[in-house]
């Protein structure tokens, strides 16, 4: 069964950084277009960056531009966001998602990695 599974998370003051990584397994990991999202108590998931399948084509958030990227490696099946300046208000539990380009819907989500950034 293919699965995601996103690890990185933890504890860091403002200004930090983090580097969050998600595992795919599977065959068929460069298939699809990748994503990460995050979601902070009481608010609704956001999105937070994608990437495509051969890793050529990235977006981002508004509130992430020039402070995070994404990127992937097929070999290894993995996708990884780096964060950089971090802000309280960064502070979600972070999922990876994948998606089909034939569809709008993120179809396979992993369980989560908190990130809690102090002030």
């Known amino acids: 069964q293919v699965q995601l599974v996103e690890s990185g998370g933890g504890l860091v003051q403002a200004g930090g950084s983090l580097r969050l990584s998600c595992a795919a397994s599977?065959?068929?990991?460069?298939?699809?277009?990748m994503g990460w999202f995050r979601q902070a108590p009481g608010k609704e998931r956001e999105f937070v960056a994608s990437i495509s399948q051969s890793g050529d084509g990235t977006y981002y958030a508004d509130s992430v531009k020039g402070r995070f990227t994404i990127s992937r490696d097929n070999t290894k099946k993995t996708v990884d966001l780096q964060m950089n300046s971090l802000k309280p208000e960064d502070t979600a539990v972070y999922l990876c998602?994948?998606?089909?380009?034939?569809?709008?819907?993120?179809?396979?989500w992993g369980q989560g990695t908190q990130v809690t950034v102090s002030s």
């Open positions: 998602a994948r998606r089909s380009r034939w569809s709008n819907e993120y179809d396979l």
């Open positions: 599977g065959r068929t990991f460069s298939n699809y277009i």
